[in-house]
C-alpha cells in the first residue's frame, strides 16, 4: 500500500490532491424501513475487513508521517444502501462485500418484520464511510525513499 501510494505522489502534479475514499470496519446495523420507522435487526460482521482497514489507515499514517503527503481535510459518513428484499441484500453482500457476515439471527429478525409487515418494507445498510483529501508536498519524503 505505502509503495502505491508512493506512486500516486509520483505521477500527480506539483500540489495535487490525494482522494481516499473507503468503507470503514463498523460492524454496520441491518434495519427494516417501513414507512417512516426505522427498525434495527441487528448488526453485520465485518470483523475480516479490520485487518485491511488498519493496514490502510497505517500506510496513510506513514506517507504523512514521511512526508510525501499532507491532510487537508477528512470527513466521516454513512452511505446508505437499499434493498426491496432481503434476497436483492444477500445477493449484494455475496457478489459486492463477499468478507461481510450476515449473522443467522439478524437473516431471522429481517425475514420476520419484512414478512409480518403491513406496509411495503425496505432493508437498508449504513456502511460507514471515511474521505480524505491530501496534498502533495513539495519534497515528498524523498530522504526515506530507501524505505
Known amino acids: 500500500m505505502v509503495h502505491a501510494l508512493r506512486e500516486s505522489w509520483r505521477v500527480l ?3 495535487g ?6 468503507p470503514l470496519s463498523a460492524n454496520s446495523p441491518v434495519q427494516v ?20 482497514d488498519r493496514a490502510a489507515a497505517e500506510a ?3 506517507i504523512v508521517h514521511e512526508g510525501w503527503f499532507a491532510l487537508e481535510q477528512e470527513e466521516r459518513f454513512d452511505y446508505v444502501s437499499y434493498w426491496n428484499t432481503l434476497e436483492e441484500m444477500q445477493r449484494y453482500i455475496e457478489e459486492k462485500r463477499s468478507s461481510l457476515i450476515l449473522p ?4 431471522a429478525e ?3 418484520l419484512v ?11 449504513p456502511f460507514r464511510m471515511v474521505i480524505s483529501r491530501y496534498r502533495k508536498t513539495p519534497g515528498g519524503g524523498y530522504r ?3 524505505v
Open 13 to 15: 502534479v506539483p500540489g
Open 17 to 22: 490532491s490525494l482522494i481516499d475514499l473507503r
Open 33 to 52: 424501513v417501513t414507512g417512516d420507522k426505522i427498525v434495527p435487526v441487528g448488526q453485520i460482521d465485518d470483523s475480516k475487513d479490520r485487518h485491511d
Open 60 to 62: 496513510i499514517r506513514r
Open 104 to 107: 443467522e439471527q439478524v437473516l
Open 110 to 112: 429481517a425475514e420476520r
Open 115 to 125: 414478512t409480518g409487515s403491513s406496509t411495503e418494507a425496505r432493508l437498508r445498510i
Open 144 to 146: 526515506y525513499s530507501h
